[in-house]
């Protein structure tokens, strides 16, 4: 019997969603059971532009057939084989693929499932690495207020959003976070990087002080933070963080589950922002949502450290039962071929001004208190409303709303965003804005 996966569900009720009210979702679900290209559709077959990529995902754009095609030869070939003490071809491949267009510094990879395991394997590398140089002293974490790094113990410890750390106590010891670089006064409706607040990094300074230079282990931070609403960082900030932790022997990791893989119209921030930490994380994209993937790059520097005790022991105990799965490994090597053939990046290039332009005629629309953009990445705030009790309740309407005229917009907070598949056209980005104006006018 051929499995039919479009027809309806018997009941909703069993399914806990992650990060959703499920009262309020079920009353009113939004159902989809099909995607390609720049489409959703829903069960009654009407057409939703994708203005999310999924979850900033779907970099590609959805039903790839070179990814569909690589993914099933290697199901066809192996379904599965262990990464602890054994190996296959593709996983290899795909770590070479991936390393050859990194920037230079970075010459291995660690794969795990997620970006929240791409995030726990990159704070963990930093520590066993200071550890394993005799500098164990080195124990402190910082991440920034507004980070998102996933849900992992370590991901929500140097993470930044209130409501994902409060609910689970104590987090990891040993931390401490840096202030957000949000600046509605100053910045507002800044295109790109915003021009004030560089000095906000001179607070590493002031942390470093405070702990102590040889407590430190690494600073964490998204080069643009995704989740809290699409935060650019000011004009010099990252180079400022760089300079510091340089100075002082603390290790800077890129958290790029957003922003790596394309979002810039580049395989990383660092060939965008021209910054080079000393690891990087990235995910979603790179194997364009198909099969859970995360992968944790680290510098030479940081691979060779590793490499000096006795062969026959393992240098790092940190592993996932489907770290380097044969399926996420070919769907790598998938995205890959998809992202040249079709030129996909450069799309996302020359599509960024665009783009720009038009959400940011969103500005003078009703409720719009401030827009921000990086390459294919926008957010969009939105007022508060006036019930004490539902303060964002304007993004949540828009969003449903959008749904209901055919348009996958996300929001957090008071912030929609924008992060839609990079093969994007004029046309849809004209529908996308266009859209959300005429919602915004019914509020
Ligand atoms: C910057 C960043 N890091 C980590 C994560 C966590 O990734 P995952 O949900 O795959 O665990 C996310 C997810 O959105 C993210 O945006």
Redesign the pocket.
């Known amino acids: 019997m051929a499995y039919d996966f479009t027809t309806a569900a018997n009941s909703l009720d069993e399914f806990w969603m992650p990060f959703t009210p499920q009262r309020y979702f079920k009353k009113a679900p939004r159902m989809i059971v099909r995607a390609k290209g720049m489409y959703y559709y829903d069960p009654e077959g009407k057409e939703i532009l994708d203005a999310a990529a999924g ?2 995902c779907v970099n590609a754009g959805h039903d790839q057939p070179k990814i569909k095609e690589a993914i099933t030869a290697q199901l066809e070939l192996m379904d599965y084989a262990p990464c602890f003490q054994f190996g296959y071809p593709t996983v290899f491949k795909a770590a070479s693929r991936l390393i050859a267009d990194m920037p230079e510094p970075f010459t291995n990879v660690f794969f795990s499932n ?6 726990d394997t990159a704070l963990k590398i930093a520590l066993a690495y200071h550890r394993i140089r005799g500098e164990g002293t080195r124990r402190v974490l910082i991440g920034r207020e507004r980070g ?4 992992g113990f370590g ?1 929500i410890s140097v993470g930044g959003l209130p409501y994902n750390r409060a609910t689970f106590g104590q987090l990891l010891p040993n931390l401490d976070h840096l202030r957000h670089t949000h600046d509605l006064m100053r910045n507002a409706f800044a295109r790109g990087m915003p021009d004030h607040g560089a000095e906000y990094a001179d607070e590493l300074d002031r942390l470093i002080y405070l702990h102590d230079p040889m407590n430190i282990a690494a600073v964490i931070v ?1 080069p643009v933070a ?2 809290t609403g699409v935060l650019p960082p000011p004009k010099g900030y990252l180079q400022r963080l760089r300079e510091i932790c340089t100075k002082h022997g603390i290790l800077l990791i890129f ?4 922003t790596g893989f394309g979002r810039f119209g580049t395989m990383s921030s660092v060939d965008y922002f021209g910054v080079t930490p000393d690891l990087i ?1 990235m ?2 994209g790179i194997t364009n949502g198909t099969v ?1 993937l ?1 992968a944790t790059f680290v510098t030479k520097t940081i691979y060779d450290a590793f490499m000096n005790g006795p062969e026959h022991v393992i240098e790092l105990m940190h592993g996932y039962t489907y770290s380097g799965h044969p399926l996420a490994a070919a769907a790598i090597i998938g995205t890959m071929d998809t992202i040249q053939d079709q030129k996909i990046w450069d799309n996302a290039k020359a599509m960024a001004k665009p783009f720009e332009d038009a959400v940011h005629s969103l500005k003078g629309e009703p409720h719009v208190v401030d827009v921000r953009n990086c390459g294919m990445l926008a957010g969009i705030q939105l007022a508060e409303s006036k019930d004490p009790n539902d303060l964002n309740k304007y993004p949540r309407e828009v969003s449903y709303e959008l749904f209901r005229r055919g348009l996958m917009v996300r929001y957090t907070g008071p912030n929609l965003y924008l992060s839609p598949p990079l093969i994007i056209n004029q046309a849809q980005i004209d529908q996308i804005v266009t859209t959300i104006k005429d919602v915004l006018k019914t509020l």
Not at 114 to 119: F, L, R, T, Y
Not at 255 to 258: H, Q
């Open positions: 979850m900033w997620s970006g929240s395991e791409a995030v998102y790094h996933g849900v991901g998204e995704g989740s958290d790029e589950v957003v994380t995910a979603k859970p995360g």
